[in-house]
């Protein structure tokens, strides 16, 4: 988020969602059955990128970034 004021930006603000310490596991146990294990988000790319590497690359097969609702359908 931005705060611009007279077209000047004046503060930034970046957000993250915290990624449950159990996550990890949950994902490898799902590769692990042969689930594809896929995000979809309504988040821009930059946001998208930082859970990938969050969470550890590998244990997502794709992520799909800045969609609207009726779009996360897969």
Known sequence: SWLIVDG??????????????????????????????VVLTGDNQ????????????GRLDDIYHSLKPEDKVY
């Open 46 to 57: 930059g946001a998208a990128s930082s859970l990938h590497q969050r969470l550890g690359k």
């Open 8 to 37: 000047k930006t004046i503060l930034g603000l970046a957000a993250s969602d915290q990624i449950r310490p159990e996550a990890p596991k949950a994902l490898d146990e799902l590769h692990e059955m042969g689930v594809q294990v």
